[in-house]
């Protein structure tokens, strides 16, 4: 295996001159010649692929490309002796025909130059695209209903209005055959934060293949709340900073990017951003005593959903997929060096499609570095007052997406003891709704879906739940998965003390009843095991989800949202492996109806005994806003950790140096 260490030369320009440390920047990885199977499509294959897609005869006059990625080769092709299938490369490709409102398939073979397939799928819609917002803004700001609502509210300007577009969210049934975006109304005048001036009680429904308002809503003016502190420094005013704090690696990072494969300590991975899903891992291992055991095949953010929480006619629509209805790798925002990322982190440039299929670069899209990371282990021997202790490093890989007002960073964090762990971390601007007082009565009083952060802004309570797709392979494809639940013993002649607790393991069969909620009264755990490999003490080898902070959905159960998000009436899930099953929401959840994705794969009841097993992991964060949340919120953190479960004979991070 040869590893070219890529970030040699920004080590040697930026990194030994202290004074000036500055992230570094690669735009392309040096890899291999021949692209990794799962590598993502090149420039030059973007190019061809969208070419070829577009002289198809089926090809519609002004199509979008919705979506425009690899299409991923079969993982027992990816996964064979020979080191995969190095020659296949194909594209797939989703084509938007807004003006007939019509979705095509396509695939490309990129070997033979010919488009391998073209299919039409009725009934379903892809993400909103960046190229129907003018649309949106020009059909809005015809409307004469719109146009008077401004003024009623003194707007005579309408320059002075933004509209931010969303996906319908809930919509009724007799909608559902038309392309349709929502329009949300902001004064934008004197303020960069429009999102703390909503224009409130004003809703449009547009048809876009129509170009037509089909539904306007207005409920009544209420006062457009004063302008919010700016986030610049000259308006928020500073601090006295605190004493400089140097983060450097005169020697350089300790970890080797080769292409798309990371190399840390004894981690190995290949990552990659895709344009819905954001950063991927992909064939990640840990090296044990010479070999690489594998532990996951491919783990990514599949779907996540905000259901707000105020009935209002205007918000009650309101629930984002920001996977599936916008895309969270398309609208990753570029990691600004020494802020969103430490001085020592590398900034990874991503290429991705266009609408129109041309390639772009998104800058800095990934960031990747070594942190502290506190203590790794210690004992100090009273007797002979003698100490060992081990410092931990950490690896972050990250990148972080902008839906709108909301800003999420999706780390995931590699330790020196085997762990992986998940941490999200939730920031930006709150969603928040004009209000008739200035003032709250009291502790939260007047408003129950919502708490007052700012004169005549209410932030409404909502949730986010994340559904992250984890295709496990602990040391190899053959899994089996089990429930680790804790009870305290009887009492009794067995139990004398009555402080006697019990662990008991329970296989989860099956897709039914592999359909299970977090307990902290059994401080419930899933492991994924494999029955066939063992450690040197006897156990078979696995690795354990440990659940962080979590919630329970308040949207009604035969709400519209629970319906369209299935994935969240469950905390954890686990299907067989299925090539085609990616999304809990389902392929096309923009103004779906509901019904699709993980909840009917895994209705089969399919066995998940010694099979290749995938885990669906929900999340969620229950948002009861503060004042001390705007104008901007501090950072939420959520997230979970994979950890080594007899997948090791004893503590694997011995070997760490002092
Ligand atoms: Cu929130």
Redesign the pocket.
Known sequence: MSIVQICRCGLMLGFLIPAVLGASQLAQTPGPAQPYPLDPLSAAELTAAAGLVRAAPQFPAGALFASLVLKEPAKADVLAPAGGAPGLRQAFAVILDPKRNRTFEAVVDLQQSRVASWTEVKGVQPVVLEAEYDTLVRVVKADTRWQAAMRKRGIDNLDDVQIDYWAVGQVAARYQTRRLLRAVSYLKAGATNFYGRPIEGVGVLVDMAAAQVVEFIDTGAVPIPPASHELDEKSTGVRAAPKRLTIEQPDGASFTISGQEVSWQKWRFRYTMHPREGLVLHTVGYEDEGRVRSILYRASLSEMA?PYGDPDRNWGWRSAFDVGEYGMGRLASPIEANTDAPPNATLIDAVMAGDDGQPYTLPGAVGIYERDGGLLWKHYDSYSKTNQSRRARELVIFFIATIGN?DYSINWVFHQDGVLELDSE?TGI??PKGVRDAKTKGHGAGYPSGHLVSANLV?PH???FFNFRLDFDVDGPRNSVHEMNTRAMPSGPANPWGTGMVMEETRLASEITAQRQVNLSSARTWSIVNSAAQNALGHHTSYILVPGVNSIPYAATASQVRRRAGFINRHFWATQYRPDEMYAAGAYPNQSLGGGGLPRWASNGESLSGQDVVVWYTMG?T?I?RPE?WPI?PV?HVGFKLIPGGFFSRNPALDVPR
């Open positions: 905000v909301y939730l709150m969603l932030a909502h949730q986010h964060v948002h806003p949340e919120m939420t």
